[in-house]
């Protein structure tokens, strides 16, 4: 792991993601209230990219399944529950899952060094 700067204080707000970069490694960065926030764009579900889903309260929606993580911890609160943003019933809740079980998304410490916003990646 090394130390990479991923945006600017300028670039991040609180209510978007960034799509950025970590040595090779896709990274969603916001802000939630003062704190910079950065997670894996990489959904655990499918290993599909979440920079376009939704993001509210600190949380991002996988665009694809729904899932939904917060930005600040990695947290998984809301495991496959709609396709493309349509709701699915329990059972189809559970077929999508494909077998898969709630699962954190990887999430990374901002430091931030004047207005530059590192992680260790
Ligand atoms: S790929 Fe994200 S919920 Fe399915």
Known sequence: MAKT??????????DKVLKTNANGQSVLVAKVGDKYCAI???????GLPM????????????????SKFEICTGKNVEWVDSVV??????????M?????VPTDVASFAVTQEGADLFIDA
């Open 5 to 14: 700067k991923i945006a600017t204080t300028a670039d991040v707000s609180t």
């Open 40 to 46: 894996a764009n990489k959904c655990p579900h499918l």
């Open 85 to 94: 943003g349509i709701p699915l019933p329990g059972i189809a809740k559970k």
């Open 51 to 66: 920079a376009k889903g939704k993001f509210e309260n600190g949380v991002v929606t996988c665009p694809f399944h729904g």
């Open 96 to 100: 999508m899952a494909m077998g898969k």
